[in-house]
C-alpha cells in the first residue's frame, strides 16, 4: 500500500529559530495536506495544498508530486508550535493516508 | 463556529462495555470519517460513510459499528469495548478532488 514517512520523528528547537519537517511518499499523490495535534489533543488543519507553496504566518509549506515529498518549513519557533504534526496525502480516490509524525518540542 | 464536532470529548468505559461515540458535521459534506491516532502511529482509517445510510470499512474496522443516519451525523459503536481500544478517536467530513478532509476536535476513549 501507499508508504507515507516523516522526518525527523521528533525535533526540539529553541525559540526564535526554525526547521523544515518533511514528508516523502512513495506514489504520485494529488494533494497533501499538514496537521499539528495541540497540547489538548485537537487536530488543527495547517495546510492544503494540491502544487506549489503556501505561506501562513510563520509557516510555509511545499508540495512537489513529481519528487514525492512535501516540506513544513517553521520559522521564529514559539512555545505554543510545540505538538505533533502529520502529513497526510490523498490520491484519486477519498482515502488520506497519513505519516506517523513529528514530535515538536519548542523551548525557552 | 466548528464545522465538525464530537461528543463526548472524554470517556471512560468498562472493559465488555458498549461506546457510542457521536460526530456532527454543518459542512454538508457527503463522505465522513472515523480515525483513530495512537502514540508512534498516524491516525488510521477505521470506518467510512459516503451519504446517509452507507458505511463502509476502513483499514482497521475490526471490534467497531459505524452508523450513518443522516447527512450530518456519524456514529461511532463499540459493542464489546476492550483495553485495546484505549485511544483518540478523530471525526472528519471531505469533499473536493484533490481531496481534503476536515476534522474534529477529537474524543479522547479510555478502557479499563
Known amino acids: 500500500g501507499d508508504q507515507v514517512e516523516q522526518s525527523p520523528s521528533a525535533l526540539s528547537l529553541h525559540e526564535g529559530t526554525g526547521s523544515a519537517l518533511r514528508c516523502n511518499f512513495t506514489?504520485?499523490?494529488?494533494?497533501v495536506q499538514w496537521f499539528r495535534k495541540n497540547s489538548r489533543g485537537s487536530l488543527i488543519n495547517l495546510f492544503y495544498?494540491?502544487?506549489g507553496t503556501k505561506e501562513n504566518g510563520r509557516l510555509k509549506s511545499a508540495f512537489d508530486s513529481k519528487e514525492r515529498y512535501s516540506t513544513l518549513h517553521i520559522r521564529d519557533a514559539q512555545l505554543e508550535d510545540s505538538g505533533t504534526y502529520f502529513c497526510a496525502v490523498s490520491n484519486m480516490g477519498y482515502k488520506l493516508t497519513f505519516g506517523t509524525g513529528t514530535s515538536l518540542l519548542v523551548d525557552p | 463556529e466548528a464545522a465538525v464536532t464530537q461528543s463526548p470529548r472524554n470517556k471512560v468505559a468498562v472493559t465488555g462495555g458498549k461506546v457510542t461515540l457521536s460526530c456532527n458535521q454543518t459542512n454538508n459534506h457527503n463522505n465522513m470519517y472515523w480515525y483513530r491516532q495512537d502514540t508512534g502511529h498516524g491516525l488510521r482509517l477505521i470506518h467510512y460513510?459516503?451519504?446517509?445510510?452507507?458505511?463502509e470499512k476502513g483499514d482497521i474496522p475490526d471490534g467497531y459499528k459505524a452508523s450513518r443516519p443522516s447527512q450530518e451525523n456519524f456514529s461511532l459503536i463499540l459493542e464489546l469495548a476492550t483495553p485495546s481500544q484505549t485511544s483518540v478517536y478523530f471525526c472528519?467530513?471531505?469533499?473536493?478532488?484533490?481531496?481534503?478532509?476536515?476534522f474534529g476536535p477529537g474524543t479522547r476513549l479510555t478502557v479499563l
Open positions: 506514489t504520485t499523490m494529488r494533494a
Open positions: 472528519a467530513s471531505g469533499e473536493g478532488q484533490p481531496y481534503e478532509q476536515y
Open positions: 495544498l494540491a502544487s
Open positions: 460513510s459516503y451519504g446517509a445510510g452507507s458505511t
